[in-house]
């Protein structure tokens, strides 16, 4: 047996740290394991970490599930997880045809909160998490979707944090080719917009994508006043070629791609110091790729990103 000690929740100002990683899906073990341990050199008092779906790739096989614990080790216990659904956590049991089933190991590895006001299928899968200052929203982007449109606004609505953050597996705004989560840009985009939520944490796509909704502005400045920030990111070594064209389309809806990678694997560190949170992705050597702050007046909502 092995004490592992770590640090609970302080005031709602304090600093709050945390890592977020896309997909690690694929070879967990031998290419992913780097991934967590470069994340865990660069940010070793991060308090909890989102794994925004598609942790392993066959829902059920247990085989995989041990690969990934022993691919973070001590880290797993060291850092709270969040994790999100995938669609590689929600598969049919045999592999021939059937129904697409939750892993059955998903619920009982994981103590995640139990929404009742939700039905079953979505229990432990969609659910809240308030931290100091945060709040963070986990989706389930497979089913029922719109039962959780309700549930997002709810939860945007009755929120008491300073900051909002929004995660779930497949991304709003896909910077891969063929994929589109239509039904997340058309009903849970316009409530980010509303509610004006910070951040939006996606996997799925096996690329790189970093951008954001901006405020309509009648003068040009350095730093530009934003709505929501949205991320698409993978930490394991599956890949996917970015779709550039794809991008850049989107700003008729109204996004504005700030960076963008393909061919490489990431982990994120999030810092948020009181009216400032700092976004900063690196590669699996540990070298800053990219980089982004954003400044909130809590008065007013207003929000500046750098650069
Ligand atoms: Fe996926």
Redesign the pocket.
């Known amino acids: 047996m092995r004490w592992i000690q770590f640090k609970t929740a302080e005031e709602k100002n304090a600093k709050t740290k945390f890592v977020y990683f896309g997909?690690a899906?694929n070879n967990v073990l031998s290419d992913w394991s780097r991934v967590m341990r470069m994340a865990y050199q660069t940010a070793p008092d991060a308090s909890f970490v989102v794994h925004a779906?598609?942790l392993i790739n066959e829902a059920h096989r247990d085989q995989e599930w041990a690969e990934w614990y022993k691919a973070g080790g001590f880290i797993h216990s060291q850092w709270t997880a969040i994790p999100v659904l995938?669609?590689?956590e929600f598969r049919p049991l045999s592999r021939k045809d059937g129904d697409r089933e939750i892993s059955i190991q998903w619920r009982p590895q994981f103590t995640l909160p139990v929404e009742e006001t939700l039905s079953e299928k979505l229990h432990e899968t969609v659910y809240v998490v308030d931290y100091q200052n945060v709040r963070i929203i986990v989706l389930n982007s497979n089913y029922n979707l719109k039962e959780q449109t309700k549930y997002l606004e709810d939860k945007l609505k009755n929120s008491t944090a300073k900051w909002n953050i929004v995660t779930c597996?497949?991304s709003i705004f896909s910077p891969a080719k063929g994929r589109d989560f239509q039904y997340g840009r058309e009903n849970w985009k316009p409530l980010f917009d509303k509610y004006n939520v910070d951040l939006v944490l996606n996997?799925?796509d096996h690329t790189y994508a970093r951008g954001h909704v901006p405020e309509p502005r009648e003068v040009f400045d350095e730093s530009e006043e934003i709505k929501t920030v949205y991320v698409t990111s993978v930490s394991g070594p599956k890949q996917y070629k970015l779709n550039s064209e794809q991008l850049k389309d989107y700003v008729k809806q109204g996004y504005q791609l700030d960076k963008s990678g393909q061919y490489m694997q990431f982990f994120q560190v999030i810092t948020i110091d009181q009216d400032k949170l700092t976004y900063v992705a690196y590669t699996a050597t540990g070298d800053e790729y990219d980089r982004a702050e954003i400044v909130k007046d809590f008065e007013t909502g207003e929000k500046k990103i750098t650069p």
Do not use: E, I
Request: hydrophobic content about 0%; glycine content about 28%; overall charge negative.
């Open positions: 997909d899906q779906g598609d995938g669609n590689h597996h497949h996997g799925h």
